[in-house]
T-cell receptor, first 112, second 112 residues
């Protein structure tokens, strides 16, 4: 399994602004998954984007994937205080059973 | 209607003790996982079980042993606890290894 690396490590913005966080990985993938973790809670799955997809939307979330650059981005539009959380990406490589491995995440703080 | 549940939520114990953490999922998923999140927020895969068969073991000390009585349960047994075992342990499940994970709320283990 390979680990995604999120950037920035921390991000603080005003409510209503857009938040963008990036993920880089090292080897080819089957899909890449984004998760959110609120303080003291388990991870919640946000979006799964497959290697043959370039962009995916879910509500205020937009995920892009550039396999040539081995990178993905997560955009949260019109941020809300409830979006305050840590965000993790998990690249999923093929080749049999593989557990997802997560990086340190991006800690997002939305200021009211 | 909790999808993935873990007990206990908190566990404080002395070095050298043996303890277990229980996990149950009611999603009908075929694969279950244990992850460890340390104080630096790294979330690392420990084990996964597919149809009662261990399919990954990521360099975890053999003091840790997963036990799966049936497809819906994956318990984590830890023998001879050490200070470095202090962390938050998350159980997760997915339909297949390619699919999104559903995480439990976590068990915060503190070894004194």
């Amino acid at each position: 399994s390979q680990q995604g690396e999120e950037d920035p490590q921390a991000l603080s913005i005003q409510e209503g602004e857009n938040a963008t966080m990036n993920c880089s990985y090292k080897t080819s993938i089957n899909n890449l998954q984004w998760y959110r973790q609120n303080s003291g809670r388990g991870l919640v799955h946000l979006i799964l984007i497959r290697s043959n997809e370039r962009e995916k939307h879910s509500g205020r979330l937009r995920v892009t994937l550039d396999t040539s650059k081995k990178s993905s981005s997560l955009l949260i539009t019109a941020s809300r205080a409830a979006d305050t959380a840590s965000y993790f990406c998990a690249p999923r490589s093929g080749g049999g059973a593989d557990g997802l491995t997560f990086g340190k995440g991006t800690h997002l703080i939305i200021q009211p | 209607d909790t999808a993935v549940s873990q007990t206990p939520k908190y566990l404080v114990t002395q070095m050298g003790n043996d303890k277990s953490i229980k996990c149950e999922q009611n999603l009908g998923h075929d694969t279950m996982y244990w992850y460890k999140q340390d104080s630096k927020k790294f979330l690392k895969i420990m084990f996964s079980y597919n149809n009662k068969e261990l399919i990954i073991n990521e360099t975890v000390p053999n003091r840790f042993s997963p036990k799966s009585p049936d497809k819906a349960h994956l318990n984590l047994h830890i023998n001879s606890l050490e200070l470095g075992d202090s962390a938050v342990y998350f159980c997760a499940s997915s339909q297949g290894v390619e699919d999104q994970r559903s995480f439990g709320p976590g068990t915060r283990l503190t070894v004194l």
